[in-house]
């Protein structure tokens, strides 16, 4: 290569942004544990170590929050496209239930799918322990190497048990894994919805402190306090939830429906 085709090369190469929290979060690992007891508790999210960008924020802002003929509220479990709900367990495996409520709710159409998430979070390959978490990129990388999705059936689930065999046949191949851009505001629901519509369950995370949970409305908001530790999946929504209904009051009313991993107990049928 000659040194102007080289320094075309070298100006066209860019380095993302190494995301802070992902800093953050190495820093204290070692003085949280896995669960939802205690202060500094975690339920499994492992933050990635890069943040994505799709393009410019300001161009995008105007077409992303156009008005769209969505109806005012929508629930996967009206059209049997859930599978049931998990219990995780003392331990952080949420990453690994969130991912498969996306994947098997998708799949529903097609087939009652149960994979094992036991395998995802024992087999994730990466350089940190089976109990120490996981995040969307990781459970894409376990995808994408072709080591899963195993069927459940081949690798039930064992919340404490952190050892799978090897050579189990996976269920199917990945085509891909949608990733959708964060929201810009709280009117910027267009994306995750579209996407609830046409594929089935979305992979989100949250901060999970009980603190803004509401037992009386089974109902969870937070204003933006904390960092993520828990991921679940969005199923639906209901834009006439109202904003009074929550530990503090919302901006607005609206609220999603998420799929959780800890049992059928916990809010509404969990």
Sequence with gaps: INSKEANKEEKQIEFQEINPDFYDFEKSVNKQKSGRDGENSYNGFRPEPYRIFYGNK?????????????????????????????????NGSCWAFAAYGSMESFLKPYGNYDFSEKHLRNKHGFDWGNEDGGNRDIATAYFARGDGPINEEDDPYEDNNFNSPDGL???LDIEKVLYIRDKINGTDTRDIKKAIMEYGGVYTVINSSKYYESTKYKSYYNP????????VTIVGWDDDFSKNAFTKSAPGNGAWICKNSWGSGYMDDG
């Design 224 to 231: 933006g306090s904390g960092k993520a530790d828990h991921a």
């Design 58 to 90: 300001k161009e995008n802002k105007e077409n992303r929050q156009m008005a769209q003929n969505f109806p005012s509220s929508y629930d996967l479990r009206d059209y049997r496209k859930l599978t049931p709900i998990r219990n995780q367990g003392p």
């Design 169 to 171: 046949e996976r269920s």
